[in-house]
């Protein structure tokens, strides 16, 4: 009898402990679920930056809410002081762009006018070095707005899938009579093929860089050719862009690819060395990559790898 009372109680007190711990899992859950409400609604608040610390009542927070609290309220004054920086870079760069584009416009009508006029050579040669030399600042100007804006994250990439033909055809047919010019055949191989081929890119800034590419093969190449060929794997496209012309030594592959580097033997060509690193810029800003192979006088092969 006595062992059938103990055993009762045995269970009453083993019922008893499980309802506790019950009681206590249950009383975590809630105050661990209140704990993430409040973080979440932190969160919520600091993603729109309207987080004010004092909208939560201290008291009521755990330790681990009132650091979060001092946490978000520092991210919020950084994410505000970062958004006003941005918005002054934005600003100087459009002051920049659109205050030097009229006087540009203006040196260049002017520097042509000049060269119309009956000018004796030593002159006219220094009205056609304004006309180039503003040519240049024109360019350069354009490309370090351009890349600001990039890297400030003012302007954004937005890849998506892209038909490559239309792309190519348009960059052959702008630069083919610059081509002519100098001699050389641009060709864009095997058509039919690319018209099946697309890339997950942003179309108005890879042709952007695809573009720069084409115009280096054609600055740089005395004669022979420059061929644009796509290349479908199953993960991604291969634009080759490839000339017949100075070729690139090996030690100097990688630098080419900085700002302003150009190389000793393109020093005779105008140039700012800016295009190769724009280019690179925007492709690895799509996800995906340039490289290079060449040999020095046989010529130069430039691919784009951009995700399928
Ligand atoms: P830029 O052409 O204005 O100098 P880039 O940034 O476009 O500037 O190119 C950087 C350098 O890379 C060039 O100065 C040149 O030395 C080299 N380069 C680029 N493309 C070619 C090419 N297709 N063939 C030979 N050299 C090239």
Redesign the pocket.
């Known amino acids: 009898m006595n062992l059938k009372i103990d055993n009762n109680m045995i269970w009453l007190i083993g019922a008893a402990c499980i309802l506790a711990a019950a009681l206590v899992i249950f009383l975590n859950y809630r105050r661990t679920k209140k704990t993430m409400n409040t973080i979440e609604q932190m969160l919520a608040r600091a993603d729109d930056v309207r987080f004010l610390e004092k909208t939560f009542d201290e008291s009521r927070m755990s330790a681990l809410e009132t650091k979060f609290a001092h946490f978000l309220t520092a991210s919020a004054v950084s994410a505000k002081n970062v958004a006003a920086e941005k918005a002054k870079i934005e600003t100087l760069i459009s002051d920049i762009s659109h205050q030097t584009k009229t006087p540009i416009a203006n040196l260049l009508l002017y520097s042509e006018l000049l060269q119309e006029a009956d000018l004796p050579d030593d002159v006219r040669g220094n009205a056609e070095a304004i006309y180039t030399q503003t040519e240049k600042l024109r360019f350069l100007i354009d490309s370090l707005v351009k890349l600001s804006r990039l890297e400030n994250g003012i302007i954004t990439l937005s890849p998506k899938r892209t038909p490559l033909l239309p792309m190519l055809q348009s960059i052959h047919d702008q630069l083919s009579p610059k081509a002519a010019e100098k001699g050389l055949i641009l060709q864009l191989r095997d058509a039919e093929h690319i018209a099946g081929i697309s890339a997950v890119c942003d179309a108005k800034w890879t042709a952007e860089a695809v573009c720069?590419l084409v115009d280096?093969?054609i600055?740089?190449t005395a004669q022979g050719s420059v061929t644009i060929s796509v290349t479908a794997y199953e993960l991604f496209v291969r634009i080759d862009i490839a000339?017949t012309?100075?070729?690139?030594s090996e030690e100097e592959h990688v630098k080419?690819f900085s700002r302003f580097?150009?190389?000793q033997?393109?020093r005779d060509k105008e140039?700012?060395?800016?295009?190769?690193?724009l280019a690179r810029e925007i492709v690895n800003g799509e996800g995906g990559y340039i490289k290079v192979s060449s040999e020095v006088g046989k010529g130069?092969v430039?691919s784009v790898l951009l995700p399928k």
């Open positions: 720069n280096n093969a600055k740089y000339d012309g100075i070729g690139i080419i580097y150009r190389s033997g393109a140039g700012v060395g800016i295009g190769l690193y130069t430039f």
